[in-house]
C-alpha cells in the first residue's frame, strides 16, 4: 500500500512537472509570436523604404537618359565641326606645301642654272688650259722623241762595241769562272729577275717585298734573285763604273751570263760524259745517244738539270737536235725513251746468260774481290778504253792519287777506292790536297761503293768528280769490259 501511495505522488509530481514545462513553452510561443510580429513590421517598413529607393533609381535613370543624350547631341555636334575644321586645315596645309614645293623647285631650278653656267666656265678654261697642255706636250714629246732617236743610235752603237769587246767578255767568263752561276739556266729564272728590276725601278730598291708563290721553278727564281742582289748587281755596277751601259740592258747582260753558264756547265760534265762523247755520231742514232746518256746517269739522274742541260747541248751540237729546246721537252723525250732501254737491256742480259761461258770477261762482282792494287790497275785499263791516258802513281808516297789520267790538256787527279763500306770525306781531302802535289786540274774519285751525304757536298764544293759503284758498273757495260 505504501508502495501505491509513493507511485501516486511521483505521478502527481511529474504531472505538475510537465504542467509547468506546458506554461513554459506556451509562454516561449507568445514571446515568438510577439517577434514575429515585431519582424513583420519591420519587413514591412523595409519594402516601403526599397520602394521608395526604387522609384528615386528610376528617376535617376531617366536623368541619366537624358543626359547620355544631350552628351550625344553635343558629341554629334562637335564632330561635325572637328570634321569641318580639320578640312580646312588641311586644304590650307596642302596649299602652303605647293607653294613651299614650288618655291624650292624655283631655288633649284635657278641654283642650277647657276652651277650650268660655271661649270661651263669651268670646261671652257679647263679646255682652253689643255690646249695649252697638249701644245707644250707635244713640244716635248718632239724634242723628248728627238733626243730618244739620238740616244738609240749612240746606245746602239755602244751595245754593238760591247757585244765585240773582249774586255767585257774577259770580265763575264771570269764572273761566270768564280761563281756558281747556273741557276741562270733554269727556266723562268732569268725572266723572274727581270721583272724584279723592275719593281725595283718602280717601288725603289729595299721598298717591296720578294714573295715566294708555290709554283713551278719558285725555289730557284729565288735563288736566282738573291744571285743577282749578292752577286750580278755588283758586277753590273763595276760595268758600269767602267764605262758600259748597263741600264736598261740587264735582259742581254743576263742572256749572255746565261749562255756562258751554260757552257760552263757542259765544260764541267764533259769528264762525267766521256763515253757519250766518244760516240760515233755519224754511225749512231738519237735513240742510241738518249740510251747511252741513261745508261751514265740512271733513272733518277735523268732529272737532274745539269745533265739535261749538258745532254741538250750534245744533242744540237751532235746534230741530233736542229735546235735547242725546252726542258721540260727534253725530259719528256728521255723519259718516254726509258722504257725502251730497259726492254733491250734485259734482252741483252738474257742473251749473255744463254751465251757459252767460255770466254774470260770481267764482271762487277769480279771488282768487289779485288785488292786495292789491282782495282787501280783495272781503272787505269778502263780509263784507257774510254780514251784517257792513264797510268798508276807509285804505291807508297802517292800523295791521295792512284791514277794520273790526261786527255785534251787535262790532267785529272783520280783517288781509286776498293771499298766494303761508305766512302766518306776523307777520300775527297786526299785526293784534293794530291791535285797540288801533281799540280792537275781536276779531282776525281771512284769507287765500287757509294759515298756519304757529307762526302758528296763536299765534292760538290770542291767540283770533285765522284763515281760510285752504279756509275762504275755502267760504264764498264759502255766500254765492254
Known amino acids: 500500500m505504501f508502495k501505491q501511495i509513493k507511485e501516486a505522488k511521483e505521478a502527481v509530481k511529474n504531472k505538475n512537472e510537465n504542467l509547468e514545462s506546458i506554461k513554459k513553452m506556451k509562454k516561449n510561443i507568445s514571446d515568438l509570436e510577439k517577434e514575429i510580429n515585431f519582424l513583420s513590421d519591420k519587413i514591412q517598413t523595409k519594402k516601403k523604404l526599397l520602394a521608395r529607393i ?6 535617376k535613370t531617366d536623368e541619366e537618359a537624358g543626359v547620355q543624350r544631350r552628351i550625344d547631341s553635343l558629341k554629334a555636334t562637335y564632330l561635325k565641326l572637328f570634321k569641318d575644321e580639320e578640312s580646312k586645315l588641311e586644304e590650307q596645309l596642302e596649299s602652303n606645301r605647293i607653294k613651299i614645293e614650288k618655291s624650292k623647285l624655283e631655288e633649284q631650278l635657278e641654283s642650277n642654272r647657276i652651277k650650268n653656267e660655271q661649270s661651263k666656265r669651268r670646261k671652257e678654261l679647263e679646255l682652253d688650259k689643255r690646249n695649252r697642255i697638249y701644245s707644250s706636250l707635244v713640244e716635248l714629246l718632239t724634242k723628248i722623241e728627238k733626243r730618244k732617236k739620238n740616244e738609240e743610235i749612240i746606245k746602239a752603237k755602244t751595245m754593238s762595241e ?26 723562268t729564272v732569268v725572266d723572274n729577275i727581270l721583272e724584279c728590276i723592275e719593281k725595283d725601278k718602280e717601288y725603289g730598291e729595299g721598298e717591296w717585298t720578294y714573295i715566294q708563290m708555290p709554283r713551278p721553278y719558285s725555289s730557284s727564281q729565288w735563288e736566282g734573285w738573291r744571285l743577282y742582289e749578292n752577286k750580278i748587281s755588283t758586277f753590273f755596277s763595276l760595268l758600269s763604273k767602267k764605262g758600259y751601259v748597263t741600264q ?3 735582259k742581254y747582260y743576263l742572256g749572255v751570263l746565261k749562255e756562258k753558264s751554260l757552257q760552263k756547265n757542259y765544260e764541267e760534265m764533259e769528264d762525267e760524259f766521256q763515253p757519250l762523247l766518244q760516240l760515233n755520231v755519224d754511225n749512231s742514232t738519237y735513240q742510241e745517244a738518249i740510251f747511252l746518256f741513261i745508261q751514265l746517269v740512271d733513272k733518277q739522274g735523268i732529272k737532274d738539270l745539269r745533265n739535261l742541260s749538258f745532254l741538250e747541248r750534245y744533242l744540237v751540237r751532235s746534230g741530233f737536235l736542229e735546235k735547242e729546246i725546252e726542258y721540260e721537252e727534253l725530259y719528256k723525250m728521255v723519259s718516254d725513251e726509258v722504257e725502251n732501254y730497259n726492254v733491250i737491256k734485259m734482252e741483252k742480259e738474257l742473251s749473255e746468260g744463254s751465251e757459252k761461258q767460255g770466254e774470260d770477261k770481267l764482271t762487277f762482282n769480279d771488282i768487289q774481290t779485288m785488292d786495292g792494287r789491282n782495282f ?8 784507257n778504253n774510254l780514251g784517257y791516258r792513264a797510268e798508276a ?13 790526261r786527255k785534251r790538256g787535262k790532267t785529272y787527279a783520280v783517288q781509286a777506292k776498293r771499298y766494303s763500306g761508305t766512302v766518306g770525306n776523307k777520300a775527297i781531302q786526299e785526293v784534293i790536297s794530291g791535285k797540288e802535289y801533281y799540280d792537275a786540274d781536276v779531282t776525281w774519285v771512284i769507287t765500287n761503293s757509294s759515298y756519304t751525304k757529307s762526302a758528296i757536298a763536299l765534292a760538290a764544293k770542291t767540283h770533285t768528280i765522284l763515281w ?14
Not at 393 to 405: E, H, M, W
Request: net charge negative; with cysteine; hydrophobic share 40%.
Open 54 to 59: 526604387e522609384l528615386k533609381i528610376e528617376r
Open 162 to 187: 760591247i757585244r765585240t769587246n773582249k774586255e767585257i767578255d774577259v770580265l763575264m767568263d771570269s764572273f761566270v769562272s768564280k761563281n756558281d752561276t747556273f741557276v741562270l739556266c733554269i727556266p
Open 393 to 405: 802513281t807509285k804505291t807508297s808516297g802517292d800523295q791521295g792519287v792512284d791514277i794520273l789520267a
Open 468 to 481: 760510285d759503284g752504279s756509275k762504275l758498273k755502267n760504264v764498264m757495260e759502255i766500254a765492254g769490259m
Open 248 to 250: 736598261g740592258e740587264e
Open 376 to 383: 787501280e790497275i783495272f781503272l787505269v785499263d778502263l780509263l
